[in-house]
Each structure stands twice: as C-alpha cells, then as structure tokens.
C-alpha cells in the first residue's frame, strides 16, 4: 500500500504591501485597522512555516491591491526572487487602447513570466459605470 502524498496548499490571493512605499487610501477605513501596516514577502515565509491542517504553504498567489502597473511590476520583480510566490495576478488599463502594449511589457520584464492575469478593480465604481465601460480587444 503506498501513502497517498499530502495535498500541497496554495494561498489562493495573498497581498503584500509597504506602506512607505507605496500608500494604500483604501486601508484608511477604521474598520481596517488590524491590516493597516506592512506586509512582506518576510512576514509570508514566516507565516508558511506555521502548519494548517498539520499541513505547510507550499506557495501563493500574489495579487495586486492599486490599479497601480508599477505595483504588478514590483510585484513581479519579487515573484522572481521569493520561492512562495508562483503566480501574481496584476493590474493594467483593460480599457486602453495600449492595453497589448502594457501586457507585452510586463511579460517581458523582469519576473513576467510569473503574471497570469490581470485585474479590474470595480470597488468604488457605479454598477452603471462599470457596464458602461468599453473593454479593450487587446
């Protein structure tokens, strides 16, 4: 009989941020405040060393939280130097024409081939807006 292997465990959406560096108006909301500060690529591998199910992260999915390209960029970046990251889901424009420009950017560039979609962030949008948008074909 052999032993089936543990199912390995994947943080479907995982933010990271740094303050300092890149502010988050969104997190200005008191009803926030225990995820209004810092968190690093450091703090995940911290944080996937504790067991969850007598079970260990084997990786995440990074995603991005600003409609911010070079927040996908830094994101991708880190990809490529932090193990735990398998995939990031990113933002650009989807509404513009250069929307393929963009997207070719940021497969070329450093840890592009970590991107595996990209993202619209309706929060703050009227349903009618967002209807009304005109989506490219790029």
């Known amino acids: 009989m052999t032993t089936a292997p543990a199912p390995v465990l994947i943080d479907a959406h995982h933010h990271l ?3 300092d560096r890149r502010p988050q108006p ?12 810092t968190f690093t ?6 944080t996937a060393t504790r067991p969850i199910a007598g ?6 999915v990074a995603v991005q939280c600003m409609p911010d390209v070079p927040e996908t960029e830094d994101l991708l ?10 995939a990031v889901v990113g ?12 997207l ?11 991107l595996r979609s990209l993202r619209h962030l309706v929060q703050g949008e009227t349903r009618a807006g967002c209807n009304a948008r005109t989506w490219s074909g790029g």
């Open 104 to 114: 070719d950017r940021l497969l070329a560039g450093p840890g592009g081939a970590y």
């Open 41 to 46: 690529s450091g703090e995940l591998r911290s």
């Open 26 to 37: 969104w997190l200005d909301d008191p009803a926030l405040a225990s995820i209004s500060r």
């Open 91 to 102: 933002w650009a424009d989807l509404t513009s024409p250069a929307i393929g420009e963009v």
């Open 77 to 86: 970046t880190l990809a490529e130097q932090e193990p735990l990251i398998e």
């Open 17 to 19: 941020w740094d303050l």
């Open 55 to 60: 079970r260990h992260l084997h990786g995440t």
